[in-house]
């Protein structure tokens, strides 16, 4: 998947080649909460959080026996700024799509997080219909910028909000 110009943004499949540039890229870029589950133990990249990053990412998208998402890097010209993820979760018979996306902080606030997110959405509309869901905190204001700015309806529950567009 692409975008346009020399600057072009790229969603790459992630593989093992990538994956330990994307937790450099992580780890220079983002806090832990931001892209993958908690860890206990101090706060930071601690060597036990960037363990739990690689193996998180080989059980849930490279590992085929244990894979239940689809995993991309996100490059721009090349470099890799960030990643997105889709969890399609079956409820009856309807689908819903769980969407993870981060961009690294010196990548933030140039429309990537945009284009990935469209994108993501366009890709998940090849499927059967369902839900395109993405959740995050009352605090993270560019989240819920981000997908009122693609349609969704973004909802507060508690600490959380949850937003979900029909696709
Ligand atoms: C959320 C995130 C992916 C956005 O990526 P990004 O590349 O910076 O996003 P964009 O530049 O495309 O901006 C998207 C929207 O958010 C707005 N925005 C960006 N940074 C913002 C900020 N700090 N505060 C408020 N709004 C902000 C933009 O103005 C834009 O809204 P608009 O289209 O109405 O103008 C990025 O901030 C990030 O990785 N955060 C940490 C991880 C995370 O929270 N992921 C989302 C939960 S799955």
Redesign the pocket.
Known sequence: MTGGSDSEIVLAPLDEQALPRLLEVAVKG??PI??MPEVDGPPGWTPERREAFLQFHRRRSLNPDTATETAWTIQVGGTIV?AARLHPVHRGKSVEIE???????W???????????ETLIDAAREGNGGRYV????TD???????M??VGANVELRGDDVDSHLDI
Do not use: H
């Not at 993270?140 to 981000?146: E, G, I, M, S, Y």
């Open positions: 983002a806090d931001d892209v960030g969407a993870r996306v981060w961009v690294a902080r990548a933030r606030g140039r429309g990537i997080g945009r284009w990935v997110t993405a959740s995050t905190s993270n204001k560019a989240a819920q910028r981000l009122k700015s």
